[in-house]
C-alpha cells in the first residue's frame, strides 16, 4: 500500500505561481510512476503530468506544457509540481497518483491522493 497526501493548493491570481506537494508514505515510492491529474467542475478528470520512477524522464497535457514542472525526490517520498502562469482554466481539483507504469490513463494508477483545491481567479 502506497499512502498519498497532497498539499499546496489555494486561491490565486491569474499569472501568479503555487508548488503543489505529493508526499508518500508506505512501500517504495521511488519504485512507482507517479503522476498529477485534476478535475475542474463538471468534466472528466485528466492528466496533467506525469514523472517516471527510475530516470525522472517527464511527460505533460499539451495545457500545460511550458508552464509547469513535475518533478520528485525518492529520498524524501515527496513529488512536486511547480505551476507557473496560472489561468483561471487551471481550477480545479489537483490530485497525485502512482502506479507501476506512466501513462495519461487514470484507471492504470493504483493508489491516489485525497486531492487539493486551486482556485485561479481572473
Known amino acids: 500500500q502506497v499512502q498519498l497526501v497532497e498539499s499546496g493548493g489555494g486561491l490565486v491570481q491569474a499569472g501568479d505561481s503555487l508548488r503543489l506537494s505529493c508526499t508518500a508514505s508506505g512501500r517504495t515510492f521511488s519504485s512507482y510512476a507517479m503522476g498529477w491529474f485534476r478535475r475542474a467542475p463538471g468534466k472528466e478528470r485528466e492528466f496533467v503530468a506525469g514523472?517516471?520512477?527510475?530516470?525522472?524522464?517527464?511527460f505533460y497535457a499539451d495545457s500545460v506544457k511550458g508552464r509547469f514542472v513535475i518533478s520528485r525526490d525518492n529520498p524524501a517520498n515527496t513529488m512536486y509540481l511547480q505551476m507557473n502562469s496560472l489561468r483561471p482554466s487551471d481550477t480545479a481539483v489537483y490530485y497525485c497518483a502512482a502506479g507501476r507504469l506512466i501513462t495519461d490513463q487514470a484507471p492504470q494508477y493504483d493508489y491516489w491522493g485525497q486531492g487539493t483545491q486551486v482556485t485561479v481567479s481572473s
Open positions: 514523472v517516471t520512477w527510475r530516470r525522472g524522464i517527464t
